[in-house]
């Protein structure tokens, strides 16, 4: 199971917000490279990077940050946030990203995405799914869809589909422990599927639980901030 910390862009600066509020924002660190460099120096290595303007812009805002993290530590990292365009894609890959999250379009533009999997591989895109309720948010969930998980990520199946991050909203940020039957769930129907969850991560216990249900991977974010899981206790895994 890998081990992924999250660092969540507004204005540059690394925050977190909580189940997806952008009025619900508390800012952590005001250099995000900072806080990567102390990952890579806890001998973690990856990084799950968020532009939440950029989420809600509906393009790249955080540019800067991006080459920063990515020329100043070795961390394999993977972004999301508002990306829409081929030539974003390929400037994220310049820049060193090494996965692209692709949410909101993945369900407006299906067959847009299709395309992507094709062209740069199944190992470069990350279908991103935030659930409520099993139904997908979009637009930085400041939007609902009508799309269920389950359907959505079988719709995605033909086209080479293998990396796919869900975040259920409705925990997200509130420290309450992840949605492990979810999870279960979505590993049941979709078994060669590479999952990789996140939101609600609290403790070590919840990161034992998901590695005993064989999650590829898992996002913590405010359980690092708020010091409830320390970074020398993520080695083990």
Partial sequence: MRIIPAIDLIDGK??????????????????????????EDAGL??????????????????????????SQTKLVVDFGGGIKTEQEINQLFDCGIKQVNIG???????SQVFQWL????AEKIILSADVKNELISISGWQENSNHNITDFVNSY??????????????VDGMLTGPNIDLYKKLL??????????????SSTQDLDAL???????????????????????????
Avoid at 104 to 110: E, F, I, Q, R, T
């Fill in 14 to 39: 690394c925050v977190r917000l909580t189940q997806g509020d952008y009025a619900q924002k508390k800012i952590y660190n005001e250099n995000p490279v900072e806080v990567a460099k102390g990952f």
């Fill in 45 to 70: 290595k990856y990084l799950h990077l968020v532009d939440l303007d950029g989420a809600k812009a509906g393009k790249v805002i955080n540019w800067k940050v991006v080459e920063n993290i990515t």
């Fill in 104 to 110: 909101s379009l993945a369900v407006k533009n299906p």
């Fill in 118 to 121: 094709s062209q740069f591989g």
């Fill in 157 to 170: 199946k033909p086209n080479g589909l293998r990396y796919v991050t869900c975040t259920d909203i409705a």
């Fill in 188 to 201: 049941n129907s979709f078994p060669d599927i590479k999952l990789i969850a996140s939101g609600g991560v």
């Fill in 211 to 237: 590695k005993v249900i064989k999650v590829n991977g898992v996002i913590i974010g405010k359980a690092i901030y708020e010091g409830r899981i320390e970074l020398e206790d993520l080695l083990k895994y």
